[in-house]
Every structure is written in C-alpha cells, then in structure tokens.
C-alpha cells in the first residue's frame, strides 16, 4: 500500500497546526550560526513544498525532490497560486540521483530520513548528499526521536473528527526492528457531502542519535551538531524532535 497517495490531498489540512515559518527562520538561523554562504538549496523529501514554496520566496535557488507524485502535485498547484516556479523531482531518496554537484545546502525536513528504514539505505544517501555538497557545504536535517516514536506514537491510537475530514491512526511499536507501522484510515467528504474512506500504511523507522551519528561519519561528515525542538540546546531524553548540522 502506497504512503502519500490520496493522503497528498489532505496532507496540509491535517498539518495546519504546524508553524512551517518558525520552521524556515529557524534553518536561516542555523546557516547564519554555521557562517554557511547558501544560495542553492536541495530539498528532499520536500513534499507539499511547506518549506520549498517560501525558501524560495526569500530567494534561493532551490530544487526539491520526493518520492510521492500526489504530493509533488500539491506542491506544484500551491506553487501556481502563489506565483512561484518551482523545480521537482519524483525520486525514491534511497537511490538519490542527481546530476547538479557542488551544493551549498542539503536540506530535510520533517520527518523525511524516518522513512528511510534500513541503515545502509540511509548511508547511502548520506554518502550521496556528501558527494553533492560543495567543500564547505552545509548538511541539515531533521527526524522524530526515538523516543517520540517510541514512546509517543509507540502503540497508541488516535483519532479526529473534524468538519470535511476524520481519521483513525493506530500504531505498532516493533522494538526489535524499531520500526513504527502506522495504519491510518481516512474519511474525507465529497463535493454531495458523502464521505469516502482510504486508508495508507507508513512506516517509519525510530533511530538514535548516536545511529545517526554513526552513520553521518561513515558517510564522510565531521563536525556533526545536534539540536533539539526548534533550539539550540543538545537534545534531552524526552526531546520529540533532533535538528542535525554538519559540514562537507
Ligand atoms: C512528513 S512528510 C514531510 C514533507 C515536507 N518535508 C514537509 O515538511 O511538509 C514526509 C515526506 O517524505 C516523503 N518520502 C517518504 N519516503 C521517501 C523516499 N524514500 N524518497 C523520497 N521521499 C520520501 C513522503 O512522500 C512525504 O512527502
């Protein structure tokens, strides 16, 4: 069962709670804290575009890739809206391809590198970002704590009910596999007021810091910082979100 297919539509009505300005001033401000020169940013797992459309409102040259069509879809008709041309790839990121090198700036955001559930699949894009970054350039990502996906979403359900759409969430922690299934089943109301059921399971793997730090060095990447929740402080046992930045 494919992620992001019919979910794409919905995507950005069930994240409106999400503060995506916070969160590009907050990437703006770790590239002015590392004293990074970025004008050229790739984005991947980018999305419905909730970071791509207004970095490149404010200027950079910015390519964004992911794997779901829907989703490119979205952020292709939001970006029509708005009138701002966007570049984007339909790519599974665990087999990165792209031809531009010397980068400035890779960046990820949300969640994106929790989808990628085998270690050497997440090696192999961290060598492949390593590869693209100029000398210099400056890797930033973000993924759900292990404890967060653990312990927060772990085995728990949750449910929604709003006025067009509702939803049922139900999640199975694997703590041998560390992996997180999550069935959800969505019923979204038509244009007759009937509503229609889908349903997708994602799956995403909970890492540890030290996992991705481990395999940020294997990959190449010195200097590895890690920050938590929108902070600059080192991540806590009970941080829900790990901001890391390092350097080619
Ligand atoms: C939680 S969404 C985040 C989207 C966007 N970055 C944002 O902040 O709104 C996760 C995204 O990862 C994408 N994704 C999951 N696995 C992927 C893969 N293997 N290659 C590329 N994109 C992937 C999904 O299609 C989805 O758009």
Same mark, same amino acid.
């Given at each position: 069962m494919e992620q992001y297919r019919d979910f794409a539509f919905i995507y950005d009505e069930l994240m409106n709670d999400v503060d995506y300005d916070k969160w590009v001033d907050y990437v703006e401000e770790i590239i002015k804290k590392e004293g990074a020169q970025?004008? &050229?940013? =790739?984005?991947? *797992?980018?999305?419905?575009? &909730?970071?791509? @459309?207004?970095?490149t409102k404010k200027g950079y040259d910015i390519a964004g890739i992911d794997i779901s069509r829907e989703m490119l879809e979205v952020a292709l008709e939001k970006a029509e809206k708005e009138g701002v041309e966007l570049v984007l790839l339909q790519q599974d990121i665990a087999e990165l391809d792209f031809d531009v090198e010397n980068l400035d700036c890779v960046l990820c955001a949300c969640d994106g590198f929790n989808y990628i559930t085998y270690d050497d699949d997440l090696e192999n894009v961290f060598t492949k970002v390593h590869e693209l970054l100029k000398p210099g350039g400056i890797f930033i990502f973000d993924i759900s704590s292990y404890y967060k996906l653990s312990e927060i979403l772990g &085995? &728990? @359900? $949750?449910?929604?009910n709003r006025e067009d759409v509702a939803y049922m969430w139900r999640n199975c922690f694997d703590p041998e596999e560390n992996l997180v299934e999550m069935e959800l089943a969505f019923f979204v109301k038509d244009e007759d007021g009937k509503f229609d059921r889908f349903e997708e399971i994602h799956q995403?793997? *909970? $890492?540890?810091?030290?996992e991705i730090i481990? @395999? =940020?060095? /294997?990959?190449?990447?010195? /200097? @590895?910082?890690? $920050?938590? /929740?929108f902070e600059f402080e080192s991540p806590k046992e009970d941080s829900e979100r790990l901001f890391f930045v390092c350097r080619k």
């Amino acid at each position: 069962m494919e992620q992001y297919r019919d979910f794409a539509f919905i995507y950005d009505e069930l994240m409106n709670d999400v503060d995506y300005d916070k969160w590009v001033d907050y990437v703006e401000e770790i590239i002015k804290k590392e004293g990074a020169q970025v004008q &050229n940013i =790739l984005e991947l *797992a980018c999305g419905t575009g &909730n970071m791509t @459309i207004p970095l490149t409102k404010k200027g950079y040259d910015i390519a964004g890739i992911d794997i779901s069509r829907e989703m490119l879809e979205v952020a292709l008709e939001k970006a029509e809206k708005e009138g701002v041309e966007l570049v984007l790839l339909q790519q599974d990121i665990a087999e990165l391809d792209f031809d531009v090198e010397n980068l400035d700036c890779v960046l990820c955001a949300c969640d994106g590198f929790n989808y990628i559930t085998y270690d050497d699949d997440l090696e192999n894009v961290f060598t492949k970002v390593h590869e693209l970054l100029k000398p210099g350039g400056i890797f930033i990502f973000d993924i759900s704590s292990y404890y967060k996906l653990s312990e927060i979403l772990g &085995n &728990n @359900i $949750y449910g929604e009910n709003r006025e067009d759409v509702a939803y049922m969430w139900r999640n199975c922690f694997d703590p041998e596999e560390n992996l997180v299934e999550m069935e959800l089943a969505f019923f979204v109301k038509d244009e007759d007021g009937k509503f229609d059921r889908f349903e997708e399971i994602h799956q995403q793997r *909970a $890492y540890t810091e030290e996992e991705i730090i481990d @395999i =940020l060095s /294997d990959s190449g990447f010195e /200097d @590895i910082k890690v $920050y938590s /929740d929108f902070e600059f402080e080192s991540p806590k046992e009970d941080s829900e979100r790990l901001f890391f930045v390092c350097r080619k």
